[in-house]
């Protein structure tokens, strides 16, 4: 037997798991990213080591800010229909 969900409730959920599977791949990809270029960088010029530029900083920090928009859109903006009540109101202050 089906039980009725909140359609409100329920997209907030769905953007909240979506949230920790994008902050998981984030993780993920990313220290793989490290670890390839520690691996490239020690193991195949080890006497040049401290002059390679970690390029790793980059994708994370790209990716980075797109994590952080997600985060803030999901957790700190509340809903859509929060939003909307709120954008009325101030309307309605002003008419």
């Known amino acids: 037997m089906e039980t009725q969900h909140d359609p409100i409730l329920w ?7 979506g949230f920790r599977m994008h902050l998981r791949s984030y993780l993920i990809v990313n220290a793989g990213l490290w670890l390839i270029w520690a691996v490239s960088t020690f193991t195949f010029h080890p006497i040049r080591a401290n002059f390679f530029f970690p390029w790793p900083i980059f994708p994370m920090l790209g990716w980075g800010i797109g994590l952080a928009s997600h985060y803030f859109t999901v957790f700190r903006r509340g809903s859509e229909r929060d939003m909307i009540e709120e954008e ?8």
């Not at 997209?11 to 798991?17: D, N, P």
């Not at 009325?88 to 008419?95: E, I, M, N, V, W």
């Open 11 to 17: 997209k907030q959920a769905k953007a909240r798991v």
């Open 88 to 95: 009325y109101q101030k309307l309605a202050r002003h008419y």
